[in-house]
């Protein structure tokens, strides 16, 4: 793997994103490894995924994307379809949100089960308004299912960027700590998650959050 590196240390898999995190068809595809791989873990398993750095993720690689041409919606839907398994995942899975998580890393971050961000650097950002870009259908649900309509009215159209304890705030994330504890905060929000039936966890996910994977194409 080239865009992350996973590690398995006392059954909890981390997912670090490498150079900035930025969305291109390598990191779908490499993101995609690392949850086969954990999927396939019959151990009492669970899953951080963080960045490295002063970044969890900066979305969409926009000159990736302009590479596209008339494929960069098919791109976008792969992304989706990514962000759709961590929904349904059977283990649990934290976003240890280390650094700047702007668009889709924002995303990746709300697909997650938790969120825990760092306190004292580092900004949760859907800056779509700045860009000129509007969201899929399906990233529309995630907002809406994983933020308040306050914050969201807030985030969307004005493109504020959250710091981590602005983040605790407004409950888009569910802890906020130091760097140094950030690891430790994700452990304990999955402590009470770990162990439990995958099938059945797996299945209660993809009710409650029917609602986001419809707008994916079956």
């Given at each position: 793997?080239?865009s992350?590196?996973l ?11 490498l ?7 390598v ?5 995609n ?5 954990v999927e ?8 951080i995924?963080?960045g490295e750095?002063k970044n969890?993720?900066q ?6 994307l302009e590479s596209?041409?008339?494929?960069v919606?098919?791109f976008i839907?792969?992304?989706l ?7 349904s995942l ?11 998580a702007f ?8 697909a997650?089960?938790?969120r825990c ?5 580092g ?5 779509e308004v700045d ?8 990233m529309s ?13 807030e985030?969307v ?7 981590g ?5 407004r409950?888009?994330?569910d802890?906020?700590?130091s ?6 905060q994700?452990g304990?929000l ?12 797996s ?10 994977l419809c707008?994916l194409?079956q």
């Open positions: 793997m080239n992350v590196t590690n398995k240390v006392n059954n909890i898999y981390t997912l670090t994103l150079r900035e995190g930025k969305f291109t068809d990191l779908v595809r490499e993101i490894e690392a949850i086969n791989q396939n873990d019959q151990d009492h398993v669970s899953l995924i963080t750095g969890f993720s979305g969409y690689d926009i000159e990736f596209c041409g008339n494929n919606q098919a839907e792969d992304s379809v990514t962000f759709s398994r961590l929904l059977g283990v649990p899975s934290v976003a240890a949100i280390n650094g700047h668009g889709a890393g924002a995303m990746l971050s709300l997650c089960d938790f961000m760092r306190e004292d650097k900004y949760f950002c859907l800056p860009l000129g870009m509007d969201f899929h259908p399906f649900a995630l907002i809406k299912s994983k933020m308040s309509d306050r914050v969201i009215r985030a159209l004005s493109g504020k960027r959250y710091s304890a602005e983040a605790l705030d409950q888009i994330v802890s906020s700590s760097l140094d504890d950030l690891y430790i994700a304990n999955m402590t009470p998650y770990v162990g439990k039936n995958r099938a059945t966890y299945k209660l996910k993809t009710n409650f959050n029917s609602g986001i707008h194409k």
